[in-house]
């Protein structure tokens, strides 16, 4: 599962929700306390909704209070990538899926351990594979 996706926007508009592409193809986000898996607790992996790449396990999911499904790391082996962001006024760390692209959402030092990293990810981005 290491060979990138490649698609025309037709091809993602197909495949996508209107949310899903402006999240993931378009750099969108969600508004907070909004996305399906915010407030998420079933056991599994969340995936890529561009490619299904195993992105995060439940087991590292925590209630940052932002509104936006939070973990403190990623799977070992999944594909994500991060890219400076200096849009509205600010620099944030922003992640992707390196496989196909899909914008995730962000990164920020203040996670709880062992990492003390929250990837802030938007639930359009994810899909869940229940165990």
Known sequence: MNEKVEKSDAEWQEQLSPEQFYVCRQHGTERAFTGKYWDHHEKGVYRCAGCGAPLFSSATKYDSGSGWPSFYQPEPTAPIAETVDRSYGMVRTEVHCDRC????????????????????????SLDFKDQ
């Open 101 to 124: 692209g899909a914008h995730l959402g962000h990164v920020f030092p203040d996670g709880p351990q062992p990492t003390g990293l929250r990837y802030c990810i938007n639930s359009a």
